[in-house]
Structures are given as C-alpha cells and as structure tokens.
C-alpha cells in the first residue's frame, strides 16, 4: 500500500515499528547530544524526540529530558524505550508540535537532531519553529540541531534508486532542486511511506537564526566537532540573544 499525501504525523505513525531498524546506522550524533546535555546540566527539551533514539541516552546519562513529538505512536516507543533502559522518570514525553510546543518550562538547553528541522516546507515555517525553541530557553541557554544541504554528488549518486539501507528496509531519495525538497521513501514489505525535507544553504540557516533573535557560536561539520566548510551536513549551536 503506498502513502504518499498523509500528514507527517501520520506518516511517522506509520514508519514507527521500522523507525529503530530504519535508523540502525545513525549512531554518530548520539553522543555528540550527549555531551551537549552533559554540558548544559539539564533539563534539555527535545524538540521531535521521535522514538527516543538521543533522549533515552541522555537520560542515561542522568540529564532528564522533555521530549516534544506530533507522533502518539513514535512516542509510544520511546516510553518502552526508556522504561527498558531504566529511565523513564527521567523522560517527559509530551504529544505536540515543535512550532508550538507543550513546554511552559524554561531549560538551559534545547535540541532538534536527525535533521527533523527539515520537515517545515517552508522558511516562515522554519522560523517559526526557530522562534518557538528561542522561547523555551534560558537566559544564555543554547540551541543545537543538525540539518543537510546536498551535494551533487550525492544527488547524481541516489536520485530515484531504490537502496536496500537495513535488511528488507529500503529507501528511495527524489530530490527537487528546484523546489529544494527531498522526498525520502521507505518501503517495509509493501508498505510505502513518503516525507518531504526541505534544505537550507548554510548562509539561508544564518539568516532564518538571525531573525530567530539567535547567534551562532559555532556552525560543525560533523559530530566529531570538525569545523563545517561547506560540506552537506550542518550542526548549529546557538545561542538566545
Ligand atoms: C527523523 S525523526 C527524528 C527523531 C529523533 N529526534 C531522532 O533523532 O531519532 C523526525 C521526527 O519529527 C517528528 N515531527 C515531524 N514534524 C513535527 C512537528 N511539526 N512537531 C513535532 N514533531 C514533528 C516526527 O514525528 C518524527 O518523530
């Protein structure tokens, strides 16, 4: 069955039970997060917390965490996740949108990782949800997300190719460099489930920030803290103004 014009949150309600298997790999930002967390002393919201993938090792780390999701069921996973790992005290998941989040607490620090910025179409909607994280800060309080510019290469590279990523779990990139949208499909079996992210240039994030009422302390290319030079990957760390 193909799903291609649903909500997001019903998309990522659908993707829930692979999100896990889906996003195996992804282990590099993991303790990146971690050390912001660590660092910032807690509380840290989440914003998109999705199945707890980075919220449940903070809170393993002792650092308790709100988590913000549109999800009912990407947040159902994330409570098991945490009441597995012994932390769901430490997890305070909270059904809602991250351009209006359900947080009247004000935290030192804020994240958004795995590029989950990406699902606002649009700039306005970016920086409403810029806007929305800026107010959940503390004075000097930091925000730290990630997200992606492509490059060519990786557009020649994937475009319309269907890639086995975990096994049985395949995912398809459309990019529109027009419009600037990636439309990622992942197929399970015979379900298909499509979301559009939509990319920024580094200097179009700088600008969205700066609106925000944020400055940028520092733009990293990678998690390993190398500085960004214009590759495909962008990690913020921002802070309120
Ligand atoms: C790529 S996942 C990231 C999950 C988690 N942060 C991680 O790093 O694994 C994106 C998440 O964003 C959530 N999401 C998308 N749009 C949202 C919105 N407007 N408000 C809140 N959550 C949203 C989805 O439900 C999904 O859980």
């Known amino acids: 069955m193909t799903t291609c014009n649903l909500p997001l949150l019903a998309l990522y309600d659908r993707i829930a039970s692979i999100y896990d298997p889906w996003s195996r790999s992804v282990t590099e930002d993991v303790g990146f997060y971690v050390e912001q967390a660590l660092a910032s002393g807690g509380p840290v919201v989440e914003l998109a917390v999705g199945t707890g ?3 449940v090792p ?17 947040l159902g996973f994330a409570r098991r996740a945490a009441e597995s790992a012994g932390v769901a005290e430490l997890l ?6 991250l351009r209006d989040p359900p947080v009247p607490e004000r935290v030192p620090l804020v994240i958004c990782p795995f590029r989950s910025l ?5 700039e306005d909607e970016k920086l409403r949800a810029l806007r ?11 925000f730290v997300f990630d ?11 994937t475009d319309g190719r269907w890639l086995e990523r975990e ?11 027009g419009t600037r949208t990636l439309s990622l499909s992942i197929r399970s079996g015979d379900d298909v489930t499509t979301f559009g992210l939509h990319w920024l240039s580094a200097p179009e994030w700088l600008h969205v ?12 290319g990678w998690f390993d803290l190398r500085p960004f030079n214009g590759e495909e990957d962008m990690i913020f760390v921002c802070k309120a103004r």
């Open 53 to 55: 993938r980075i919220a």
């Open 58 to 74: 903070i809170a393993r780390a002792g650092i308790s965490v709100i988590g913000v999701d549109a999800s009912p069921e990407m």
């Open 92 to 97: 305070d998941l909270r059904l809602g949108d």
């Open 118 to 122: 990406l699902h606002m179409e649009t």
């Open 132 to 142: 929305a994280a800026r107010s959940l800060l503390e004075a000097d309080g930091h």
């Open 147 to 157: 997200v992606f510019s492509p490059s060519p290469e990786d557009i020649e590279e």
């Open 167 to 177: 096994p049985e779990i395949f995912e398809r990139a459309d990019w529109d460099e």
């Open 209 to 220: 920030l700066d609106e925000a009422g944020f400055d940028v302390d520092v733009v990293y």
